[in-house]
């Protein structure tokens, strides 16, 4: 199993940038495909990006070209930079990761979830 926590959201103006954090905990954390999801107020969860075990990245087409997801096995740790940010980025971010994903872009495909970090974008 594994446990993880987000951290790094904050207020920030339009066109800025945050970078989120995700710290996990277990020796085996290099074996988990992990992905970053958001959810907005009265809307569904969706995703963001994603890392696979083999370092395999994908993103949202909403967010290709301003975020960028990196994974420091070394510290446990994967990260997402978000430069560029806009108002409609406003969301909880949550990290999740798993070992056998049937769908990467798919939340239920996901069993281990941090407690998600607030992001939200002023005009």
């Known amino acids: 199993q594994v446990q993880l926590v987000e951290s790094g959201g904050g207020l920030v103006q339009a066109g800025g940038s945050l970078r989120l954090s995700c710290a996990a905990s277990?020796?085996?954390?290099?074996?988990?495909?992990v992905a970053w999801f958001r959810q907005a107020p009265e809307k569904e969860r969706e995703f963001v990006a994603a890392?696979?075990?083999?370092?395999?990245?994908y993103y949202a087409d909403s967010v290709k070209g301003r975020f960028t997801i990196s994974r420091d096995n070394a510290k446990n740790t994967v990260y997402l930079q978000m430069n560029s940010l806009k108002p409609e980025d406003t969301a909880v971010y949550y990290c999740?990761?798993?070992?056998?994903?049937?769908?990467?872009?798919?939340?239920?495909?996901?069993?281990?979830w941090g407690q998600g970090t607030q992001v939200t974008v002023s005009i």
């Open positions: 890392v696979t075990r083999t370092g395999a990245i």
């Open positions: 999740a990761a798993d070992t056998y994903i049937s769908s990467l872009r798919d939340p239920t495909s996901f069993d281990y």
């Open positions: 277990g020796r085996t954390f290099s074996s988990y495909a």
